[in-house]
């Protein structure tokens, strides 16, 4: 088997893995492929291929929730706040050639990964998410576009607003959907994302939906509190492992 077609299978392997896990958890896909596919590629092309599966599972999230609109018309700002961070930032995991971007991938994954751990609750009130919001936005927007990763801080902020637990997971769907289009349009913009990797990314959305598929259907059966304990502290390793195997 060649190089090309061991890495091939590799990825459809990790997202796989990746839709199974955003099937049993609701979230982090994104997550688990960046990482592991960070492991095999550069992160710039381990973004590319995700653009397709994330914007559709994402895209299905966001249409299944109950609250589009009222979401939308209270998280405008996050969202507009989103793109601009992304665009902004833009070129830079495209430019990258010292290892930055898997530093940094590697400190969000760990990162992420602590805060869930460590089960801080925040609250933002009212008053103060009018603030926060755009803010918040932002912050996601250039982390996005420095390491592929969405979920930082604006996992963490979506939780802190209280919401139910339907908006919540839509909430989340229609804050990565609009971080993974914007991510594509910038890769896309900057060379990286040319037509064979949207080909390849396109295929990635087969096993990513089939292990979707599959995580929904073990969901049914285990605990979600003891599968995600066991996520999270893959992904703490996972995090640690990117930001510090080229210092040791």
Same mark, same amino acid.
């Not at 994954?109 to 603030?131: N, V």
């Given at each position: 088997?060649s190089? $090309?077609?061991q890495?091939?299978?590799?990825?459809? %392997?990790i997202?796989l /893995?990746?839709?199974f896990?955003?099937?049993v958890?609701?979230?982090? @896909?994104?997550?688990v492929a960046?990482?592991?596919?960070?492991?095999i590629v550069a992160?710039? !092309?381990?973004a590319?291929?995700? +653009?397709?599966?994330?914007?559709v599972?994402?895209l299905? !999230?966001?249409a299944?929730g109950?609250s =589009?609109w009222?979401l939308?018309?209270?998280l405008?700002?996050?969202m507009?706040? +989103?793109a %601009?961070?992304?665009? @902004? /930032?833009? *070129?830079?995991?495209?430019s990258?050639?010292s /290892?930055?971007?898997?530093l940094?991938?590697?400190v969000?994954l760990?990162?992420?990964?602590i805060?869930a751990?460590?089960? &801080?609750?925040?609250? &933002?009130?009212?008053?103060?998410?009018r603030w926060?919001?755009p803010i918040i936005?932002?912050?996601?927007g250039l982390v996005t576009a420095?390491?592929?990763?969405?979920?930082?801080?604006s996992?963490?902020?979506?939780?802190a607003?209280?919401?139910?637990? $339907? $908006?919540?997971v !839509?909430a989340?769907?229609?804050?990565?959907?609009?971080?993974?289009?914007?991510?594509? +349009?910038g @890769?896309?913009? $900057?060379g990286?994302l *040319?037509?064979s990797l949207?080909?390849?990314?396109?295929l990635a959305?087969v096993?990513?939906?089939? *292990?979707?598929?599959? /995580? !929904?259907?073990v969901?049914? *059966?285990?605990?979600?509190?003891? =599968?995600? @304990?066991?996520?999270?502290?893959g992904l703490l390793?996972l995090?640690?492992h990117l930001?510090?195997?080229? =210092?040791v």
């Amino acid at each position: 088997m060649s190089g $090309d077609a061991q890495a091939l299978t590799a990825a459809a %392997f990790i997202f796989l /893995g990746a839709g199974f896990v955003k099937g049993v958890l609701g979230m982090g @896909l994104p997550l688990v492929a960046m990482g592991l596919l960070s492991l095999i590629v550069a992160p710039a !092309q381990a973004a590319a291929l995700l +653009i397709v599966p994330s914007l559709v599972t994402n895209l299905w !999230q966001l249409a299944m929730g109950p609250s =589009f609109w009222a979401l939308s018309r209270r998280l405008w700002s996050m969202m507009l706040a +989103i793109a %601009f961070g992304t665009w @902004l /930032g833009g *070129g830079l995991l495209a430019s990258d050639t010292s /290892g930055r971007a898997e530093l940094g991938l590697g400190v969000v994954l760990a990162l992420y990964a602590i805060l869930a751990l460590a089960k &801080i609750r925040w609250r &933002i009130s009212p008053g103060a998410e009018r603030w926060w919001s755009p803010i918040i936005g932002a912050a996601t927007g250039l982390v996005t576009a420095a390491t592929g990763v969405f979920s930082v801080p604006s996992v963490p902020y979506l939780e802190a607003l209280a919401l139910e637990r $339907d $908006d919540l997971v !839509q909430a989340l769907g229609l804050s990565f959907t609009v971080s993974s289009l914007v991510l594509g +349009i910038g @890769l896309a913009r $900057d060379g990286v994302l *040319g037509l064979s990797l949207a080909e390849k990314s396109a295929l990635a959305l087969v096993p990513a939906l089939a *292990g979707m598929y599959a /995580g !929904q259907w073990v969901r049914l *059966g285990v605990s979600a509190a003891r =599968f995600r @304990l066991w996520f999270l502290v893959g992904l703490l390793a996972l995090g640690l492992h990117l930001a510090l195997h080229r =210092f040791v």
